[in-house]
């Protein structure tokens, strides 16, 4: 699951799935670039929201790694067949995920509700940035990489499927890093971007490309369960051979 294709399929989670919390993100995101200041240059903010960010994805990968682990007990307790187990539900995951990206189905707005409500409380935290430290712009954003949001806990969903810490812990990188081009664009270069990310033909070609990784993802995942359950079988029914007295 940590292969060079998983991790950019939760890259593409990231850049094309977050238009749908944009309004989320894209608030936040303005209260840090305010956060540095009214004298601030256009390269101050960038460099807060940046670290911000560093700081977001830091967050991510803890998670990622507590996800990654969490799904390794499963596969662990579920026994021969938990790592096939696991595929077909990394599977199922990353083509949900797919048609969230392709438009097809939207991810319910209550946790993001709610995350915009968690935010309200951390706002002060954010307007005492003006000349902060770069640790305390660090928590800020690991901070805001564990607000609720749908998307977020889809992606957390399909790093415990990876049944491994450290692959978890890479695909919320990896998803993170997803995110940060629409939390760092500004002014005309954001509106270009979001409209680039939320054109039907790009959320079309992209939810198709996760799609097809899905549905390859399952099938792998189904044919292995198959190939445990035939070799518990034959090992069941497998003659018992006695040694002569």
Not at 49 to 58: C, D, F, M, N, P
Not at 60 to 68: E, P
């Given at each position: 699951?940590?292969d060079?294709v ?13 238009v749908?919390?944009?309004a ?16 601030a ?6 460099r807060l ?10 967050g ?9 682990g ?8 579920l026994g021969?067949?938990g790592g096939?187990v ?8 990353l ?11 939207h991810?319910?707005l209550v946790?993001?509700r ?9 706002a002060?935290?954010a307007g005492?940035l ?11 954003g690991v ?10 806990y ?18 919320m ?12 664009a500004?002014?005309a270069a954001?509106?270009?971007?979001g409209?680039?990310?939320?054109a ?6 992209a939810?198709?490309?996760l ?9 792998a995942?189904?044919t292995?369960?198959r190939?445990?359950?035939?070799q518990?079988?034959s090992?069941?029914?497998?003659p018992?051979t006695?040694?002569?007295?």
């Open positions: 699951m940590s060079g998983g991790l950019l399929g939760a890259l593409g989670i990231g850049l094309f799935g977050g749908h919390c944009v989320m993100c894209g608030g936040i995101a303005g209260a840090v670039a305010l956060g540095a200041g009214p004298n240059t256009a390269g101050d903010r960038l929201l940046t670290t911000v960010g560093v700081g977001r994805i830091l991510y990968a803890l998670a990622g790694v507590l996800a990654g969490l799904g390794l007990g499963v596969a662990e307790a021969a067949r096939a696991l595929r077909v539900a990394a599977g199922l995951l083509l949900g995920m797919a048609c969230v990206v392709g438009g097809l189905w991810v319910p946790l993001e709610v995350g915009l409500a968690v935010w309200r409380r951390l002060p935290l005492s003006r000349g902060a430290s770069g640790a305390r712009a660090l928590l800020l901070l805001w990489g564990w607000l609720p949001c749908g998307l977020v889809g992606a957390l969903g399909w790093a415990a499927a990876t049944g491994r810490p450290l692959d978890g812990a890479l695909v990188v990896a998803f993170g890093l997803g995110t940060l081009p629409a939390t760092l500004t002014g954001a509106a270009r971007l409209q680039v990310l939320r039907p033909t790009s959320r079309r070609v939810g198709a490309l799609a097809v990784f899905a549905l390859w993802t399952l099938g995942g189904v292995m369960v190939r445990a359950g035939s518990g079988a090992c069941h029914d497998a018992a006695h040694t002569a007295p």
